[in-house]
């Protein structure tokens, strides 16, 4: 039950961000293709894109590792995790920034 493990409720975050990612990874592109779109704004978004790319395979890594934590590498996986999601959440922040 989700309420009370901690590991189920950090699992479902995690791929509810992943799902997110890679909603927002599909509008960008097709806001990116749209033939209204200015040249800089293309490429702005491009970037974007790569940024929510490298999102999507650190969260794909987390979830990963997630499925496979033991208790005797339950620190360093967490720490692992921890780096990985912290880098996701740069990636989303510099495409969201580097967008505007």
């Given at each position: 039950m989700i309420q009370t493990s901690p590991?189920?409720?950090?699992?479902?975050a995690l791929n509810v961000t992943l799902s997110?990612?890679?909603?927002?990874?599909?509008?960008?592109l097709h806001?990116?293709?749209n033939p209204g779109?200015?040249?800089r704004e293309a490429e702005a978004m491009?970037?974007?894109?790569?940024?929510l790319s490298d999102s999507v395979d650190e969260l794909r890594r987390s979830i990963?590792?997630?499925?496979?934590?033991?208790?005797?590498?339950?620190q360093l996986t967490?720490?692992?995790i921890q780096t990985w999601v912290s880098a996701a959440l740069t990636d989303e922040l510099l495409a969201a920034t580097?967008?505007?």
């Open positions: 590991k189920l409720l950090a699992h479902a997110t990612v890679k909603s927002t990874s599909v509008v960008m806001l990116s293709k779109t200015k040249p491009q970037d974007c894109l790569e940024e990963a590792e997630m499925g496979q934590i033991k208790s005797s590498n339950f967490m720490s692992d580097g967008s505007m």
